[in-house]
């Protein structure tokens, strides 16, 4: 008897009295076939969580199951293009349905008409392992992707197809395996989501994630294969630092998760990055990127899916040897998802009514990133940059908390500061990364020993200025001593002139580390000098009347990017003025 | 044929449960003919096998166990809809009751919309002039967006509705295309006569359509109102291309219905008793805000919100601000100065402003000068603190100059009539001569090009 739908409350559909599915498989529900998941069973019910609208589904309309596990479709034409939490390509299904997306689509998710230029380098007689590569492809300008063995397959080529131009489904590659049962492999393979791919070891991550953001780099770096934390309450600007990160970072493959998250921004994500040229390789940031979107008012199952579709991409591009940085905005809005479906199941709430196992599906997803050596025999990275919405922008509440205690950088984001319109309003009291160790030795080696020593020097200042900023709230500014008012002085520049970052300026949007190094050492050196006036007892309003202060705020604007020489005019400017004070 | 199904099995508030029922589909609307004549509608909302929970928008009172029948209508919630419905007054489930008589449906929609494809979405660009300084220089509403308001009750959050309608200009739409959709939700009768007779005095009536779901109307039927307001939004933006306002009014009414709703129903409730899908129920609403592809017209929202307590931290408000694209927050210190609109520029934000104005927008200044005048205000607060405790004598001579700004700001810029309609320069001019009062040295967000053509101060 073909197994029926017995009841329907949501996105959670139960089958009666069914011995026919396994947890996780991925199964067709209704007349419409809308894809859903198999979560729960017991001798009497089947649960199913549906990843589309179950309005109009009816008692009694089939369940069909697919013996397989939810899973995607790994092959050419993931970069460029937009999917949404399942992997289904958003462009092909306007294309079907027009601007509102309809029900039960079965567009396949790669174009499987298109013509890739592939080139062979396996031979017959090759013995391939999993995850080593048996032919290239260009998928974009600046990416080679490389077709890879599935990772639990392995044996010997026993025929090849010449170079040349084949479609998605297109056999190039046969293997016999041990048993002597033949595979033939195509350009595309699938993949569970919720299985991490397979590594040959993971390493410790010691090359840093440049971004350009400079009090990311400089103060709380996050390493290549690293994991990090942007909370912050609505409006203290989270999604503006996942598009600053992933425009300017140095990761080779973007992975850009919309989860839960505005229409319009993905619109604006869209249209940004395909105008935005990578000053790197001049091509389109789009080359590079992935896109999956799952807004707000999509349903909420493939809301949860779409955290384990990003990863599971990543990982097949980090399998090739790449860097990948996924960024998925917002994490709450996926342990949301959770709580929902879990209400939906009745299941015994902790926390918030948040479920009991939401520590460990969140320790399950960061541990998904990492530096390794990957099985096609290079290495390769994820890096996972996870925004969290606390609710109340209270940052003890369960998902923050918990995100806390597995990730390694913790950028948090600041209402005071995004008041103020200061950008990234990344605190610098709260935040932390505890990369240093690990990449300090790369630092020493690519920026020498300044660099770590520029560094600690203006974090004495800021923490100095903390501290300094609880006096001055209770009886002003005026009564301190001239050399602590100096450090306020100065702690301002830094927070001014150095912290605050401007997105929409041209030279100021991505800054080398050349240039935040040179930063930080002309604003020590102000201090240093001031210092000797201080010290002599001479006024600080006399170093103020020469208008350094200001001079040095405005370096970010008025020294280029390409003309790092005019550093040295500012510091003998400085000696000069500081100079015609103590004579 | 049609089967009527007698009695029901049990009642909950607002839910029947009902047992037997085959060949019912989710989410289906179902009629109840009660024995006194009288018809009520419902909605599948959970079914187990062949028992059946609706929920009825009118209310249980009067249902018995045995004086129902009740038929199924084969489809789910739908809105009749016809080019006609401008101008029309409704109720909260989509009913006329300013008896002109029925609407003769061109077409019907099923109100709970389907999601807009994020591929299809045009990224909202143009700017809404409010003639209101504070919102056209700070926040500034683009057509396309959702911008809510967070005000509390006794502040004057209506009044500032009603301006922004009667001032709001819309590049390219004139009396044809622009419109207005208006959904009262749990709101006073004072209050929805208020905006009645606003919208006649401006001119506009016969560009509204009007959704009154009063707080003597039943609480499920709440849950509909914003559904049939937006579907009918949609409707007239996408399929007429007309440019298309929608106020709603008051949601912590609509996430209060819908609690009540969902404790009847038994369901595990998240934070403060809202259940926990309460924010994908609200985007599913915000998010239908929006312009595509291949149509001239668009949705803009302002949803008007109170705060319980003032507090932007209740769940309402917070998850409304993590869906919307910006805020604008009243101040009821500000109010009680007799400052009108009481905006509180410094929470108040407008997510897509930074692609809408600066040049070929607004103006090329707009961007630095908003920037400068968040921060110094911003500074402002600091100084204010400090001398609540240190008294105003005593503090620097910059501080008293932030001090002097802030009053000013205040007075001369939030503060405006209601009848008063600024142009966009003439915002921006009033910005500038504040800013002037303070030492350019203090302006360090601003280009100095910009500092020597605009900075008036010495």
Not at chain 1, 171 to 190: A, N, P, S, W, Y
Request: proline share 5%.
């Amino acid at each position: 008897m073909a197994d029926v739908i017995y009841g329907i409350n949501g996105p959670v559909v139960t089958v009666k009295d069914t011995t026919e599915f396994s947890m996780m498989e991925m199964v067709y529900v209704g007349r419409e076939r809308l894809i859903g998941e198999v979560i729960g069973i017991t001798s009497d019910y089947t649960t199913i969580q549906c990843y589309e609208e179950t309005t109009g589904l009816k008692p009694g309309d089939p369940v069909e199951g697919t013996h397989t596990q939810m899973n995607l479709m790994l092959g050419p034409g993931i970069l460029d293009n937009i999917f949404d939490g399942i992997e289904r390509p958003l462009a092909e299904i306007e294309k079907e349905a027009g601007a509102f997306i309809n029900r039960g689509s079965t567009v396949s998710s790669l174009d499987t008409e298109k013509e890739w230029d592939v080139t062979v380098t396996a031979k017959v007689g090759d013995t391939l392992n999993g995850g080593e590569v048996y032919a290239t492809l260009p998928e974009t300008q600046i990416i080679t992707h490389k077709l890879m063995v599935p990772p639990l397959i392995s044996g010997e080529v026993t025929e090849v197809k010449p170079d040349g131009k084949y479609t998605l489904n297109d056999v190039i590659v046969k293997l016999k395996d041990k048993f002597g049962t033949v595979h033939e492999l195509t350009l595309c393979q699938r993949w569970p989501i919720r299985t991490p791919r397979p590594v040959a070891q993971r390493l410790t991550p010691t090359v840093p994630l440049i971004t350009g953001q400079r009090v990311i780099d400089t103060l709380f770096p996050v390493s290549k294969g690293g994991t990090a934390a942007i909370p912050g309450g609505f409006g203290t600007g989270k999604t503006m630092t996942q598009h600053q990160l992933a425009k300017w970072c140095d990761a080779d493959i973007i992975v850009y998760v919309g989860c839960g998250e505005r229409g319009n921004e993905m619109s604006q994500v869209l249209q940004e990055f395909s105008e935005l040229i990578d000053p790197k390789s001049g091509r389109p940031m789009t080359d590079r990127t992935t896109l999956i979107a799952n807004t707000s008012n999509m349903p909420v199952a493939a809301r949860e899916a779409s955290i384990y579709t990003g990863i599971t991409l990543a990982e097949y591009y980090r399998d090739m040897g790449y860097d990948v940085a996924i960024m998925a905005d917002s994490t709450s809005r996926w342990a949301e998802a959770l709580r929902e479906i879990s209400g939906r199941l009745e299941e015994m709430p902790a926390e918030e009514g948040f479920p009991a196992y939401l520590p460990s599906r969140l320790s399950e997803f960061y541990e998904r990133a990492g530096r390794a050596d990957v099985l096609s025999g290079t290495q390769g990275s994820v890096t996972i940059i996870g925004a969290v919405s606390p609710q109340g922008s209270d940052f003890s509440e369960p998902v923050t908390q918990n995100t806390k205690r597995f990730t390694r950088c913790f950028w948090a984001l600041d209402k005071s500061l995004a008041y103020a319109r200061h950008y990234p309003a990344i605190n610098w009291n709260d935040s932390y990364s505890e990369y240093f160790t690990e990449l300090d030795a790369w630092y020493n080696e690519n920026y020498g020993r300044e660099f770590v020593e520029y560094r600690s020097g203006i974090s004495a200042l800021l923490q100095e200025e903390n501290r300094l900023m609880e006096i001055v709230k209770l009886i002003g500014s005026d009564v301190l001593p001239d050399d602590q008012k100096l450090i306020i002085e100065i702690a301002k520049i830094v927070r001014v002139g150095f912290l605050q970052q401007n997105a929409f300026h041209k030279d100021d949007t991505y800054v080398p580390l050349e240039k935040q190094k040179l930063m930080m050492k002309t604003i020590l050196h102000l201090y240093e000098r001031s210092k000797s006036v201080v010290a002599e007892n001479i006024p600080i309003s006399r170093i103020r009347d020469t208008g350094l202060f200001e001079k040095i705020t405005k370096i970010k604007y008025d020294i280029p990017n390409d003309r790092l020489e005019m550093f040295d005019d500012y510091i003998s400017d400085i000696d000069e003025k500081i100079n015609g004070i103590l004579s | 044929m049609i089967i009527e199904y007698v009695g029901v099995k049990e009642i909950n508030g607002s839910l029947v449960v009902m047992d037997g029922v085959k060949g019912v589909s989710y989410e289906e609307i179902v009629d109840i003919r009660l024995d006194n004549g009288t018809v009520r509608q419902g909605r599948v909302v959970q079914i187990e096998g062949e028992r059946v929970v609706i929920q009825v928008f009118e209310g249980t009172r009067d249902i018995s166990l045995d004086n129902t029948s009740t038929r199924l209508t084969g489809h789910p919630m739908e809105m009749p809809l016809s080019p006609e419905i401008v101008g029309r007054i409704l109720d909260g489930a989509g009913r006329p009751i300013d008896g002109l008589g029925d609407i003769y449906p061109v077409t019907k929609r099923n109100i709970n919309g389907t999601a807009i494809n994020p591929v299809s979405r045009i990224y909202p660009r143009n700017y809404i002039n409010t003639g209101i300084s504070s919102i056209d220089t700070l926040s500034t509403l683009i057509r396309g967006q959702k911008l809510p308001i967070f005000s509390g009750s006794g502040m004057k959050h209506n009044e500032l509705a009603v301006q922004i309608v009667r001032q709001a200009q819309i590049q390219g739409a004139d009396e044809h295309n622009f419109g207005i959709v208006f959904a009262a939700m749990g709101v006073k009768n004072d209050v929805a006569d208020y905006f009645r007779k606003s919208f006649e005095e401006a001119g506009v009536m016969q560009r509204v359509v009007m959704f009154l779901n009063l707080s003597n109307d039943p609480i499920i039927e709440r849950t509909l109102t914003p559904r049939c307001a937006l579907t009918t939004a949609e409707y007239l933006a996408f399929e007429l291309n007309m440019h298309i306002l929608v106020i709603m009014t008051d949601m912590t009414s609509y996430a209060e219905a819908l609690r009540e709703f969902s404790s009847s129903k038994g369901e595990i409730p998240g934070r403060k008793g809202y259940p926990g899908y309460l924010y994908s129920d609200l985007a599913s609403m915000y998010e239908r805000a929006g312009m595509i592809k291949g149509s001239e017209g668009s949705v803009t929202q302002i949803p008007i919100l109170t705060m319980p307590n003032d507090d932007i931290t209740h769940p309402v408000p917070d998850l409304t601000g993590y869906i919307t694209e910006g805020q604008i927050v009243l101040d009821r210190g500000l109010q009680a100065q007799g400052i009108y609109p009481p905006v509180n520029v410094l929470p108040s934000l407008s997510r897509l402003m930074k692609d809408g104005i600066g040049e070929g927008f607004t103006r090329a200044d707009h961007s630095d000068l908003a920037n400068q005048l968040f921060a110094s205000y911003a500074k402002v607060i600091d100084a204010r603190s400090l001398a609540s405790v240190i008294g105003e004598e005593e503090l620097s001579d910059t501080d008293k100059k932030y001090i002097e700004f802030g009053r000013m700001f205040e007075g001369s810029f939030v503060n405006q009539g209601f009848e008063e309609n600024r142009s966009i320069d003439q915002s921006l001019d009033l910005g500038w001569k504040l800013l002037s009062t303070l030492p350019r040295s203090e302006l360090d967000r601003i280009d100095d090009e910009l500092l020597d053509k605009y900075y008036q101060g010495d």
